[in-house]
């Protein structure tokens, strides 16, 4: 079936599915080491982290590779997406630990990764005609829908108790792996 497809879009395709695989072994990593009660700390959970960095690593290079085009209609170009996240996260960063005292970790960078990602994705697959404008804009709308989520469960966290806290920080993983999977079934769909 994806034979019909042309390469970037193979590249793109391929990168959310191993975005996908990231988020299910940073999961599982979750699941178990911040379990409220019998918790698996060290290198007994921690080597889920390797796979689920290595599949995040892959991801973006197909993602990146894919969704770069050269003189192809795109809805906003790829600079622009570049230091709107740099300053996103700049912006965010200072806002959540010198304003709201939130300890800062990975995931603050890793939520406005994703969502530069996926506007870079988004922009590849319009240019590519895979996408029309208002399907784009629909994709945006929700990646930017799931960021803030994301982020609201990320200032959350530490307010929380360690059962509430363990779900919390589940829902960006699952919310990230759907809409990765989403974005593949509408490709895939659309042929």
Same mark, same amino acid.
Do not use: H
């Given at each position: 079936?994806?034979? !019909?497809?042309?390469? !970037?879009?193979?590249?793109?395709?391929?990168?959310?599915? /191993?975005?996908? +695989?990231?988020?299910?072994?940073?999961?599982?990593?979750?699941?178990? @080491?911040?379990?409220?009660?019998? @918790?698996?700390?060290?290198?007994?959970?921690?080597?889920?982290?390797?796979?689920?960095? /290595?599949?995040?690593?892959?991801?973006?290079?197909?993602?990146?590779?894919?969704?770069?085009?050269? +003189? !192809? @209609?795109?809805?906003?170009?790829?600079?622009?997406?570049?230091?709107?996240?740099?300053?996103?996260?700049?912006?965010?960063?200072? @806002?959540?630990?010198?304003?709201?005292?939130?300890?800062?970790?990975?995931?603050?960078?890793?939520?406005? +990764?994703?969502?530069?990602?996926?506007?870079?994705?988004?922009?590849?697959?319009?240019?590519?005609?895979?996408?029309?404008?208002?399907?784009?804009?629909?994709?945006?709308?929700?990646?930017?829908?799931?960021?803030?989520?994301?982020?609201?469960?990320?200032?959350?966290?530490?307010?929380?108790?360690?059962?509430? +806290?363990?779900?919390?920080?589940?829902?960006?993983?699952?919310?990230?792996?759907?809409?990765?999977?989403?974005?593949?079934?509408?490709?895939?769909?659309?042929?």
């Amino acid at each position: 079936m994806f034979s !019909q497809y042309d390469f !970037q879009t193979r590249q793109m395709l391929t990168g959310n599915l /191993l975005l996908v +695989g990231c988020c299910v072994f940073y999961l599982a990593w979750w699941l178990i @080491a911040f379990k409220p009660e019998d @918790a698996v700390k060290g290198m007994k959970s921690g080597w889920l982290l390797i796979p689920a960095f /290595l599949f995040g690593i892959a991801a973006v290079v197909q993602i990146v590779r894919g969704s770069e085009m050269d +003189g !192809q @209609a795109a809805l906003f170009s790829r600079a622009a997406v570049a230091v709107g996240g740099v300053v996103a996260y700049i912006v965010l960063l200072a @806002a959540s630990s010198i304003i709201l005292k939130r300890q800062v970790t990975t995931e603050l960078f890793l939520i406005v +990764g994703w969502t530069v990602l996926m506007f870079l994705e988004v922009d590849g697959l319009f240019a590519l005609g895979q996408y029309s404008r208002g399907m784009s804009i629909g994709f945006l709308v929700v990646t930017v829908i799931v960021a803030v989520v994301s982020l609201v469960c990320y200032l959350l966290y530490y307010n929380l108790d360690s059962v509430k +806290g363990y779900v919390d920080g589940m829902i960006p993983l699952l919310l990230v792996a759907v809409m990765m999977a989403a974005v593949t079934v509408s490709v895939v769909c659309s042929k």
